[in-house]
């Protein structure tokens, strides 16, 4: 039976990640913030194991990955994300407090994340990363607005660019994955996409990787993304 780890799990994209990987018969290890709010995911069924986790604690990072020393994780899903001013904000109107906390959430817990776990992925048979990123973090198509959020979604993209080039000798393929506007709390209930629609997609592209994917940032039909 293959593995997934899912960070942010308890609602959105992430929930729904989990939803389809135990309908398809995998183990799912859902991290959440707040085990409060997980009965969603204790209700999908015995694939599901809940732990909790806040991602922006790098020493609970480490714990975990301690804790689940011995189990091998075929696919690691990034997706814990924070988005505190949404898409309004214009440069004048950048919260300089929040952003601090931004970047530690979409950059530097995913980029500590892969690097605890990346003996657990280098021990399993699929060996993928999948860091789910974020159009808005393509920096060729950038427009003004939410400053805070796009530059974390690419300095992600860069992070993870690197990462699966210092990495590839070990085997691990590391994606980016753009899934699109999805009508999730972050996206938005104007977003044309479904949560079951995008994240169907990304499980296609994430199954299809092999090596030379490695690196690249990919829409959730599979095309590339504009860096």
Known sequence: MPTTLITG??????????????????????????LAKA????????????????????????????????????????????????????????????WPETFRVNTMAPMRMAVAFSSHVAASQKKVIAAVSSGGGSVSLARGGNYAYRSTKA?????MSGLAREYAARGLIIAMLAPGWVRT?????????????????MRKVISG???KDSGRFLKADGSDYPW
């Open 39 to 98: 009965g969603t995911l204790t209700a999908l069924g015995n694939g599901i194991e809940v732990r909790k986790l806040d991602v922006s604690d790098f020493a609970a990072i480490d714990s975990l990955a301690k804790d689940l020393a011995d189990t091998p994780i075929d696919v690691l899903i990034l997706n814990a994300g924070h988005n505190p001013q949404g898409e309004a904000p214009t440069a004048a109107e950048v919260d300089y407090a929040a």
């Open 9 to 34: 799990a308890n609602r959105g994209l992430g929930y729904e990640f989990a939803r389809q990987y135990v309908g398809n018969g995998w183990r799912v290890i859902a991290c959440v913030r707040d």
């Open 209 to 211: 990787l092999t090596a």
């Open 185 to 201: 709390d972050m996206g938005g209930p104007k977003a044309p996409i479904a949560p079951e629609d995008s994240v169907a997609g």
């Open 155 to 159: 300095a992600l993209n860069a992070c």
